[in-house]
């Protein structure tokens, strides 16, 4: 099983457990007692924790024996069961595993917990005993790897490695933990232990612990810069506090996959947590691991410039955005397109959308944008609603689409079947996994994210299929991206961003923007760039729909002097909190207009006069009293 191991991390992400210790001190096991022994006296709960973890989509579940070292045991009266208790932590693991699919079982091996000589009594020979004692019960026991982990000690951490390969070659993962200074207790670096732990015989190297996972990324992106071995982050859920006699900690398990997919993009290919991550936090890892496993995949049958059997890419030569699109034409003559966006309905009845897209129309907007399942709900084919609007009032459409329900087969058969109906502007997406919708049981595909998707589609516009071979007429998408200018990790976003322009985007259209410095900043550190942007604007309609925003919608912050002053008006009714959240939004339009190329604007729950009145500021567009009195007239 260790070879499987070793050759997963070449192309893929494995996902360990998380924290057993919160998991005891959850169940009523408290902090007096020796976790460890609980191998021996209560084997029941050590395995129902394992099961869950597994049942939550760890790839690999490691034995309770973190703490298993004849020091630590010591404490307790129970150094002589040093073998006994590691040999039998790693039996009722193996016996976890043997019933999932592929899961395999890590020997926990932490430090003593005592310094070693020279700093401390323990000398080298007596480390190396105890460590040697603890490796011998993990193997009787039968574990695929062994994972060292919360080490401070440069030093002692290599005893670890000595004892481990002097009586094993199964692969070893190596990590330490840093503070909130990024340094160790004895002061190193990420830098200085990946340049050490790299002329170790490890398999895997990285950190753990600390004080959450911005901390285990910072440390992460350095270790990067030293070594070329896989990555490991096995971060805390935050700081701990106590509260009312018990030990909470309170970095959400959303908060957590948010930075798993984060570290997944900068390389980790072994990844899970440690102190008060829980069963939900894993799991919430796993949709994130999905999302991303085809990227790290590197699915490259794909990209025209890497195929063998295309000799010359410029013979397809794509038309001019203006002859694709008539918002191609628009950007350049240009204008300022605003786009507006509209939800398919959850019933087969489109009728409501129809008369929304010719109010909008008679209104100046020049572009309806249909969403693929947003927030993961079900609802009415977003290609089917683009065709209909089309068909019906003439309204030119952004389809979005995303990678979440199809397979990359799907996506070129999809592909070709939007060219067929006329429909031109796509915006490529990732999408929001299932667990975040009202289907939480449906399944994610994800072959690829939006960069991928990009390039399948770009291959199609350069009339290749999937594996660059040609097909007879080219497609004629123009192709969009998001940009979220309040991502958590802005260098990361823009990093994204560009591979997607490299892979074929031709415009962009950003979150919603509140915090007009946040967005100031994003396009400092976006630099000059070749294609449009669309600047996403949201009109609140009241206090709760901001605090949702805020608290509950990853990726977005609204300032609380926005939240504020939407409290004040919504506390005067209905009419004066929209009235505010279109001031806000004008606001936000007014300051933004000069840097961006259109505006992209997001009405909630489908209030399309929110989004007429916010973009009534701009020239060409009319107001619903404008409209109201046009169509009086008329009458």
């Given at each position: 099983?260790?070879?499987s191991?070793?050759k997963?991390?070449e192309?893929?992400?494995?996902?360990?457990?998380?924290?057993?210790?919160?998991?005891?001190?959850?169940?009523?096991?408290?902090?007096?007692?020796?976790?460890?022994?609980l191998?021996?006296?209560?084997?029941?709960?050590i395995?129902?924790?394992?099961?869950?973890?597994?049942?939550?989509?760890?790839?690999?579940?490691?034995?309770?024996?973190?703490?298993?070292?004849?020091?630590?045991?010591?404490?307790?009266?129970?150094?002589?069961?040093t073998?006994?208790?590691?040999?039998?932590?790693?039996?009722?693991?193996?016996?976890?595993a043997?019933e999932?699919?592929?899961?395999?079982v890590?020997?926990?091996?932490?430090?003593?917990?005592?310094?070693?000589?020279?700093?401390?009594k323990?000398?080298?020979?007596e480390?190396?005993?105890?460590?040697?004692?603890?490796?011998?019960?993990?193997?009787?026991?039968d574990?695929?790897?062994f994972?060292?982990?919360?080490?401070?000690?440069?030093?002692e951490?290599?005893i670890?490695?000595q004892?481990?390969?002097?009586?094993?070659?199964?692969?070893?993962?190596?990590?330490?933990?840093?503070d909130?200074?990024?340094?160790?207790?004895?002061?190193?670096?990420?830098e200085?232990?990946?340049?050490?732990?790299?002329?170790?015989?490890?398999?895997?190297?990285?950190?753990?612990?600390?004080?959450?996972?911005?901390?285990?990324?910072?440390?992460i992106?350095?270790?990067r810069?030293?070594?070329?071995?896989?990555?490991?982050?096995?971060?805390?859920?935050?700081?701990?506090?106590m509260?009312?006699?018990?030990i909470?900690?309170?970095?959400?398990?959303?908060?957590?996959?948010?930075?798993?997919?984060?570290m997944?993009?900068?390389?980790?290919?072994?990844?899970?947590?440690?102190?008060?991550?829980?069963?939900?936090?894993?799991?919430?890892?796993?949709?994130?691991?999905?999302?991303l496993?085809?990227?790290?995949?590197?699915?490259?049958?794909?990209?025209p410039v890497?195929?063998?059997?295309?000799t010359?890419?410029?013979?397809?030569?794509?038309?001019?955005?203006?002859?694709?699109s008539?918002?191609?034409?628009?950007?350049?003559?240009?204008?300022?397109?605003?786009?507006c966006?509209?939800?398919?309905?959850?019933?087969?009845?489109?009728?409501?959308?129809?008369?929304q897209?010719?109010?909008?129309?008679?209104?100046?907007?020049?572009?309806v944008?249909?969403p693929?399942?947003p927030?993961?709900?079900?609802?009415m084919?977003?290609?089917?609603?683009?065709?209909?609007?089309?068909?019906?009032t003439?309204?030119?459409?952004?389809?979005?689409y995303?990678c979440r329900?199809?397979?990359?087969?799907?996506?070129?058969s999809?592909?070709?079947?939007?060219?067929?109906?006329?429909?031109?502007?796509?915006?490529?997406?990732?999408?929001?996994?299932?667990k975040?919708?009202?289907?939480?049981?449906?399944?994610?595909?994800?072959?690829v994210?939006?960069?991928?998707?990009?390039?399948?589609?770009?291959?199609?516009n350069?009339?290749?299929?999937?594996?660059a071979?040609?097909?007879?007429?080219?497609?004629?998408?123009f192709?969009?991206?998001?940009?979220?200018?309040?991502?958590?990790?802005?260098?990361l976003?823009?990093?994204?961003l560009?591979s997607?322009?490299?892979?074929?985007?031709e415009?962009?259209?950003t979150?919603?923007?509140?915090?007009l410095?946040?967005?100031?900043?994003?396009?400092?550190?976006?630099?000059?760039?070749?294609?449009p942007?669309?600047?996403g604007?949201?009109?609140?309609?009241n206090?709760?729909?901001?605090?949702?925003?805020?608290n509950?919608?990853?990726g977005?912050?609204?300032?609380?002097?926005?939240?504020?002053?939407?409290?004040?008006?919504?506390?005067?009714?209905?009419?004066?909190?929209?009235?505010?959240?279109?001031?806000?939004?004008?606001?936000?339009l007014?300051?933004?207009?000069?840097?961006?190329?259109?505006?992209?604007?997001?009405?909630?729950?489908?209030?399309?006069?929110?989004?007429?009145?916010?973009?009534?500021?701009?020239?060409?567009?009319?107001?619903?009293?404008?409209?109201?009195?046009?169509?009086?007239?008329?009458?």
């Amino acid at each position: 099983m260790s070879s499987s191991f070793l050759k997963k991390l070449e192309t893929g992400v494995f996902l360990g457990d998380g924290a057993m210790g919160t998991q005891l001190y959850e169940r009523g096991v408290y902090v007096n007692r020796n976790y460890d022994d609980l191998n021996l006296s209560d084997s029941h709960l050590i395995k129902a924790i394992h099961r869950d973890y597994i049942q939550a989509g760890a790839n690999i579940i490691e034995t309770n024996t973190f703490g298993a070292n004849p020091y630590k045991l010591g404490k307790h009266g129970l150094a002589d069961k040093t073998f006994d208790i590691n040999k039998t932590g790693a039996e009722i693991a193996f016996r976890c595993a043997a019933e999932g699919a592929g899961v395999l079982v890590a020997g926990s091996i932490g430090p003593f917990g005592k310094p070693i000589a020279p700093v401390g009594k323990i000398t080298e020979k007596e480390a190396l005993e105890a460590f040697n004692n603890q490796v011998r019960g993990l193997l009787a026991g039968d574990v695929d790897l062994f994972m060292l982990e919360s080490f401070l000690d440069l030093h002692e951490i290599q005893i670890a490695i000595q004892a481990i390969r002097s009586q094993s070659d199964l692969p070893i993962v190596a990590m330490m933990t840093v503070d909130n200074s990024g340094l160790t207790a004895y002061g190193r670096t990420p830098e200085l232990i990946a340049g050490a732990l790299n002329g170790e015989p490890v398999d895997v190297i990285g950190l753990n612990c600390s004080t959450g996972p911005l901390t285990i990324l910072e440390g992460i992106r350095k270790m990067r810069e030293v070594t070329d071995k896989p990555l490991a982050a096995f971060p805390n859920a935050g700081e701990p506090k106590m509260v009312e006699g018990r030990i909470i900690y309170f970095s959400t398990p959303e908060y957590f996959a948010e930075y798993a997919k984060r570290m997944i993009q900068h390389g980790v290919s072994f990844i899970g947590g440690c102190c008060g991550t829980t069963p939900k936090h894993i799991r919430l890892m796993a949709s994130a691991i999905r999302a991303l496993q085809p990227r790290i995949a590197k699915v490259v049958t794909i990209d025209p410039v890497t195929a063998d059997s295309v000799t010359d890419r410029e013979t397809v030569q794509l038309a001019p955005m203006e002859d694709r699109s008539p918002l191609g034409k628009l950007l350049n003559e240009g204008k300022f397109p605003v786009s507006c966006e509209l939800h398919p309905p959850r019933s087969p009845k489109p009728n409501r959308i129809i008369k929304q897209v010719k109010l909008l129309k008679k209104a100046g907007i020049d572009v309806v944008n249909i969403p693929d399942g947003p927030r993961a709900s079900a609802r009415m084919s977003p290609m089917a609603l683009a065709h209909i609007i089309d068909s019906h009032t003439g309204m030119d459409t952004i389809l979005h689409y995303t990678c979440r329900d199809r397979n990359i087969l799907g996506i070129q058969s999809d592909l070709l079947g939007i060219e067929a109906l006329g429909l031109s502007n796509i915006l490529c997406v990732t999408g929001d996994p299932p667990k975040l919708g009202d289907y939480p049981m449906a399944s994610a595909v994800y072959d690829v994210d939006a960069i991928g998707l990009v390039r399948i589609a770009n291959n199609l516009n350069h009339s290749m299929d999937l594996a660059a071979n040609p097909i007879p007429s080219a497609t004629t998408f123009f192709l969009g991206v998001g940009f979220n200018p309040g991502a958590i990790d802005l260098t990361l976003e823009v990093e994204r961003l560009h591979s997607k322009i490299e892979s074929g985007a031709e415009y962009i259209m950003t979150q919603p923007v509140f915090d007009l410095e946040i967005f100031a900043s994003a396009l400092e550190v976006m630099g000059m760039l070749d294609v449009p942007i669309f600047v996403g604007i949201l009109p609140l309609a009241n206090f709760r729909n901001a605090e949702f925003f805020h608290n509950e919608v990853p990726g977005m912050e609204i300032p609380a002097s926005i939240r504020e002053r939407m409290r004040i008006a919504s506390d005067k009714g209905k009419e004066h909190a929209s009235a505010e959240g279109v001031a806000i939004a004008q606001e936000a339009l007014s300051f933004v207009k000069e840097f961006v190329q259109g505006a992209y604007v997001m009405p909630p729950f489908g209030r399309v006069e929110l989004a007429i009145e916010t973009v009534s500021i701009l020239p060409g567009r009319k107001s619903t009293k404008q409209i109201n009195k046009e169509i009086e007239e008329s009458s």
